[in-house]
Every structure is written in structure tokens, then in C-alpha cells.
């Protein structure tokens, strides 16, 4: 194991290692399934002095036996051979594990055999069964009795004509079906209302659809004669003064870890953990075969499993490299995503420019970014995670969304804008409204682990003896010391950002160096506050928390997402209010966007961006790009202008 980094993704050898110490245990059965696994991450201490010997390497394992419903977490050390830790999980209390694969697969011939669902789709006009896709759907919690402790989801369901049809056009509406996956068996089906089934078409590779392809778009070709300027060693990847390694989980997915700058020959630390470990698709419909539609697809489905393969020319452009990711399938035996993450530069225009009334230099440098993404889908929905770093220490990270957005059934005497919860995007064709919510987490370490956040405002102040003419602007700075206040929302009356500081390093000016967290502007969660949906999803309720570093919170939501009753993760975490002021923290910021569908997002939806930009403030003594080279093309060097400007 001496060849492999402490944080480097578990292989696909380590997977069946830990899966043959599990079955030496004798925790294998032939009905135990792998719901996760992933690994293990040692302490933060033992990766910061990591001298290149071996490491004990772990892997943590959700098991569910699907004939009992028993939950096992157990932590494996694949490099002694032996199983670490093993801890029961209470469905009731605890919630349950996150949805196999072989779920569904199981729940579409569960719920094509149940005689009381086939009558109410028969009754709505559809004649053929065969042609009807079902979705199994997270059950979320709403204390109904009967549910208690069992392992559930809820399906709701469409109809596909044909092969090549979008099968999104044509919802089932009002009808339900509730499966127990351990029962195996539908225990309930909410038949609300007889609504029509939608019949246009929606399949977008039909020329019927999308009109004859466009003649006049030429070619645009990304060309680095040279190469690329990175360089990728295994998973250590180097660009312009950055250093980080890249990691992948099939739950968080992309991770990006010990984010570091080389400032004059001085490597400074950023960020020693990138992560979005969680995100939250409430929809707004409350009607009874639809008001438990909420995604948690992190905790619930594992957003990394779900990685496509990329490919040259579609999803990424130019000189590009690769990684594969690898996964365990329901049996814990490795599966490996090709092309799972693609890292390339990109040109994004002017870095700066100056033409100087004075001495008459005038000049431009182009700004570059290092892109590292991958692409998602979960369902209907297609994300695209991109983390950006730039030449001047900017990180930035960006959400993209695209996909199929969810369809229902819209009252044909509603009309435009009728129905409160959905909005009509073709011919009866309903989409609900919704959010999505991304949780990330940033275990920051801005020169070092002692760090501290400050709030910062902006305002004008009221004319008075110091600010006679009205025109005084200033900020104001609060320092977030526990993590109870450290909840922050963001308001963008204020200009408010959160500036991250570090408690041991002062810049040139005698100033903390800092990195600033800008947020974008966007609702939280908004459903209501007594709402079971508030107390799962407790960590998007807020734009900004701030904990004391612990291995163990490591997700927004807790542990176990599916089915839990509320209360886990975050919420739970600051209820210790511990210090954060000159501590070891994790800052945790929770945006995305509030999506009332429109005409123009179907059938397929153009990509709609969410996200946030981190930028050094104090952190360098002066602009970091003044050694950026002039772009070679021979037109933009230094140059004196040949005369004065004309007045004007």
C-alpha cells in the first residue's frame, strides 16, 4: 500500500480486499447488499504529516440485508485485514441506507404485478402495461403509522409508446404506489383523480420535434500546440503555482483535497477538503400522490454512482486528461466509470488591462482557468459539478443543470399561470415547481488550520457632521466566534460576504490573509417551518454555517438520509456551540436555485448555473498575475501611443 496516497479513491483491488475480509467475518449472507462504500479517510493530523510510508488504508461499508432489512455500518482496514468497527443501525430511529440499484429492477415487477395498480392505470386509458416506466422515489418521513422502520419508496409513473419516445411527456398522474422493498409487495396506492395522460410528443431527437439541425454554426477548434500547462501525476494535480489532489466517492462524488498556492517559492495552504456532500430537490406540489416528492440525491441515491463517462468533443473541449472513477456495485465487487472526470484550461477573457493616461503603456493579459467537473444523472435531472481555480487565486464553483425537468399532468380549464404549484410547459403537460439545494463543505485552511469568520456588510451613512455631502460608504465586521451564531443568512441589501482569516498570518500591511466567500443570490429551503421536510433537510434552511473541525461530521444531513425522521446533520452538529475563533473550522454554504419551469425548458432543459466564488482578499501582497506573460499573438506587448488623445 506504500504506492497510494492516504486520500487517493479507493481501488478497485482494496474493494474486493474488504469485501473478502466482510465475508471472513461473516457478514456476507446472499441477501446482503452494499447500499455504500467508499473510503475511510484518516485523520486530518496523519495526512498533513504523511512522509510517503504506508498508511492504514480504510473502507467504510453500509450493509442492508435485503430478506430482514437489517443495517450494518462497518469500517474495514483493508491493509490489516480486518474489520475495524461494526456498528447495528435502527431503521426507525436512524433512518434507512441509501436505494441499491437492484431496487429499480425489483420495483417495477413488484408494482406491474399489483392488480389494484394496474386497474387505476388501465382506468386512465393506458392499454398497455408493458409500455408503463415506473420511478421508485424516496420515501422521505411523515410519521404515518404503519411506515415505521420499514424500507419504502413511493412510485410514481409515465408512459413510453415506443423505444425511442420521452417517456417524461406522458405522466400518470394522481396515482401512487407505496412498495415495501423488504415485503416486497405494494402496501398502498393513493389513486387521488382520473387525470389524462399528456400526448405530445417530447422526444427531441425526433425531427418532428426539434425542426431540421441548424446549417450555420461553424466549427470552433481549442488547440495547445504545446500541451496543456497541468500536470497529473496518479491523482496529485499541478497548474500555475496550484497544487491539489482530486478525489472521487460514489456518494459526494468530485472532492477536491489540501488545495494549496505557491506564493514565491512558499507553498500556502487553502483548503484542505472540497466536497458537496448533499443536495435537497424539494418540489412544490401538495397534492396527495405527489407531496413527498423531495431528493435528497446525495444521502438517498449516491450522486458519484451515477457519474457518466465523458466524452471528447460533447462534454469537454481542448487538451484534455482523463480519470476513471471507481464504485462498488450492490454486491461490493469494484465498477469503473471511464473518462468519470475531465480536467482541461480554458481562456475566459481579459485577467486585466490598463491603458495609462500618463506614461502611455497600454496592455492586456488573458485570464485562464483550470477546469475540474464531472456530469451526474439522477433520474430525470442532469448535473455537471466544475470546480474552477484561476491565475490569480480565485476558486470558483459551479453548478450546472440540465436533463428532463419532472412532468405532471396540467387541468386543461386551468390556463396559463392557473395552477399554483406548476406551471403548463406544452399541451397539458404540467411541471411542478421545485428547488434545488447543493450543501457544500469546505474544510478551509487559509494559511494554516487556526482560522476564524467574519461577517462583512456593506452601507451608505446618513449625512451628519463627518459625512456632510452624503456620499460615505463602509463596511462593517463581525467576527463569528460560536457556532450557534455563526447560522448566517446572506442579504444581498447588505453586500454581505464571509471573509475566512487566518488567526496566525498577517500579510505585508499587518492585515489577516484571507480568503472571502461571495455568495449568489438565492432563496433557502422554503417550505414551512413546521414541516417534516424543515427538519430533514435542517442544513439548507441557511446560506452559512461554521463548525469546529470533526472527522465525523461529514455530512450536511447526517449519516443516514433516507427515511430519517429529522434533525441529523448540521442542526445537529452546532447544538455543541463550540468555539470557532482561532480554531481548526468547516465552513458549510448552501445555494442553488428556485426552478418555476418555463415553456422554454422543455423537452430538454438548456443549462441554468448556480454557485459560489472564493477570492483571496489580503492573502497576497499585491496582484498575483504581474508575471503573466503578454498573449503571444504580436498584438497585445506593451505599447506607447503614438499621440495624445484627442480632448472630447
Given at each position: 500500500?506504500?504506492s497510494?496516497h492516504p486520500?487517493d479513491p479507493?481501488?478497485?483491488d482494496?474493494?474486493?480486499?474488504a469485501r473478502?475480509v ?11 447488499r452494499?447500499?455504500y ?10 495526512v498533513?504529516s504523511?512522509d510517503g510510508?504506508?498508511?492504514?488504508r ?14 450494518a ?6 491493509s490489516?485485514?480486518?474489520?475495524i468497527?461494526?456498528?447495528?443501525v ?7 441506507f441509501p ?5 429499480f429492477?425489483r ?6 404485478a399489483d ?5 387505476a392505470?388501465l382506468r ?13 422515489l ?5 410519521g404515518?403509522?404503519?411506515e ?10 409515465f408512459?413510453?409508446?415506443h423505444?425511442?419516445d ?5 405522466p400518470?398522474?394522481?396515482l401512487?404506489?407505496y412498495?415495501?422493498l423488504i415485503?416486497g409487495r405494494?402496501f398502498?396506492v393513493?389513486?387521488e383523480?382520473?387525470?389524462?395522460v399528456?400526448?405530445?410528443?417530447g ?5 418532428a ?7 450555420t454554426?461553424r466549427?470552433i477548434e481549442?488547440t495547445?500546440?504545446d500541451?496543456?500547462?497541468f ?22 462524488g468530485?472532492s477536491?483535497?489540501?488545495l494549496?498556492i ?12 472540497a ?8 418540489y412544490?406540489d401538495p397534492g396527495?400522490a405527489?407531496?413527498f416528492q423531495?431528493?435528497?440525491d ?6 458519484g454512482?451515477?457519474?457518466n463517462?465523458?466524452?471528447l468533443g460533447?462534454?469537454c473541449?481542448?487538451?484534455?486528461a ?5 464504485v462498488?456495485?450492490?454486491h ?6 471511464r473518462?468519470?472526470i ?11 488591462k490598463?491603458t495609462?493616461i500618463f506614461?502611455?503603456?497600454s ?11 464531472f ?5 430525470n435531472?442532469d ?7 484561476y ?5 470558483e ?15 386543461a ?18 411541471a ?6 447543493f ?15 467574519e ?6 451613512l446618513p ?9 460615505a460608504?463602509t463596511?462593517?465586521?463581525t467576527?463569528?466566534?460560536n457556532?450557534?451564531?455563526?447560522t ?6 447588505r ?5 475566512i ?14 480568503y ?5 443570490p438565492?432563496?433557502?429551503l ?9 427538519r430533514?433537510a ?22 443516514y438520509v433516507?427515511q430519517?425522521?429529522g434533525?441529523a446533520g448540521l ?5 455543541a ?6 480554531r481548526?473550522?468547516?465552513v ?8 418555476f419551469?418555463?415553456t ?19 492573502f ?6 504581474l508575471?503573466?506573460?503578454a498573449?503571444?499573438?504580436g498584438?497585445?506587448?506593451d505599447?506607447?501611443?503614438s499621440?495624445d488623445?484627442?480632448?472630447g
Open positions: 500500500m506504500a497510494i486520500l479507493v481501488t478497485a482494496e474493494y474486493l480486499a473478502e466482510l465475508d471472513r467475518a461473516g457478514l456476507l449472507r446472499p441477501s446482503t452494499f447500499a462504500a467508499g473510503l475511510e479517510e484518516p485523520p486530518k493530523q496523519d498533513l504523511y510510508t504506508s498508511v492504514d480504510r473502507v467504510r461499508v453500509f450493509l442492508i440485508d435485503v430478506a430482514t432489512g437489517e443495517l455500518d462497518v469500517v474495514v482496514s483493508v490489516r485485514s480486518e474489520v468497527r461494526q456498528r447495528s435502527d431503521p426507525e430511529r436512524d433512518g434507512q436505494i441499491l440499484d437492484e431496487d429492477t420495483v417495477d415487477e413488484i408494482v406491474h392488480p389494484q395498480w394496474q386497474e392505470v386512465r386509458g393506458v392499454t398497455d402495461l408493458a409500455s408503463v416506466r415506473v420511478c421508485p424516496t420515501a422521505g418521513w411523515y404515518h403509522a404503519g415505521e422502520g420499514r424500507r419504502i419508496v413511493r412510485v410514481l409513473a408512459v413510453q409508446d423505444e425511442s420521452l417517456a417524461w411527456a406522458h400518470i398522474d394522481g401512487a404506489a412498495v415495501d415485503e405494494v398502498q393513493i389513486d383523480a382520473d387525470l389524462p399528456p400526448r405530445d410528443s422526444d427531441y431527437n425526433d425531427p420535434v426539434s425542426g431540421p439541425p441548424r446549417s454554426l466549427p481549442i495547445q500546440p500541451g496543456p500547462s500536470r497529473l501525476d496518479g491523482h496529485l494535480l499541478e497548474w500555475q503555482n496550484w497544487s491539489l489532489r482530486i478525489g472521487f466517492d460514489a456518494r459526494e468530485l477536491l483535497h489540501q494549496s505557491d506564493d514565491a517559492g512558499r507553498r500556502r495552504p487553502v483548503i484542505y477538503r466536497s458537496v456532500p448533499e443536495m435537497v430537490v424539494p412544490g396527495p405527489r407531496y423531495t431528493y435528497f446525495n444521502g438517498e441515491y449516491l450522486t454512482k451515477f457519474a463517462s465523458l466524452e460533447c462534454d473541449l481542448g487538451e484534455i482523463y480519470l476513471a472513477a471507481t462498488a456495485d450492490d461490493g465487487r469494484p465498477r469503473t466509470i473518462n468519470a475531465c480536467i482541461h484550461e480554458e481562456d475566459v477573457g481579459i485577467l486585466w490598463h495609462d506614461n502611455g503603456s496592455q492586456t493579459r488573458r485570464q485562464r482557468r483550470l477546469v475540474i467537473s456530469f451526474t444523472t439522477v433520474g435531472y448535473y455537471g459539478y466544475y470546480w474552477y481555480l491565475l490569480d487565486g480565485t476558486i464553483f459551479e453548478v450546472k443543470l440540465t436533463g428532463v425537468i419532472w412532468t405532471s399532468s396540467y387541468p380549464d386551468a390556463g396559463p399561470g392557473g395552477c399554483p404549484y406548476a406551471a403548463e410547459v406544452a399541451p397539458g403537460l404540467g411542478p415547481a421545485h428547488q434545488h439545494l450543501g457544500v463543505r469546505l474544510d478551509v485552511m487559509v494559511d494554516g488550520i487556526s482560522n476564524a469568520v461577517e462583512v456588510d456593506v452601507q451608505g449625512i451628519g457632521p463627518g459625512n456632510p455631502y452624503g456620499n460608504l463596511r462593517t465586521i467576527r463569528l466566534t457556532e450557534v451564531d455563526a448566517r443568512m446572506a442579504d444581498t441589501d453586500g454581505r460576504v464571509w471573509r482569516v487566518s488567526t496566525e498570518r498577517n500579510n505585508r500591511l499587518g492585515g489577516p490573509t484571507a472571502v466567500l461571495h455568495p449568489q438565492a432563496p433557502p422554503l417550505a414551512a417551518d413546521s414541516s417534516t421536510l424543515r430533514r435542517g442544513f439548507a434552511t441557511t446560506h452559512l454555517w461554521v463548525t469546529q473541525y470533526d472527522a465525523d461530521e461529514r455530512y450536511p444531513a447526517g449519516d433516507n430519517h425522521p434533525g442542526p445537529s452538529y452546532v447544538t456551540d463550540r468555539d470557532i475563533d482561532g481548526d473550522v468547516v458549510w454554504h448552501t445555494f442553488g436555485a428556485t426552478h419551469p418555463r422554454e425548458d422543455w423537452p430538454v432543459m438548456p443549462v441554468e448555473r448556480c454557485g459560489f466564488t472564493l477570492r483571496p482578499a489580503g497576497f501582497d499585491r496582484n498575483p498575475t508575471d503573466v506573460p498573449p503571444s499573438s498584438h497585445c506587448h505599447h506607447v501611443r499621440s488623445p484627442e480632448p
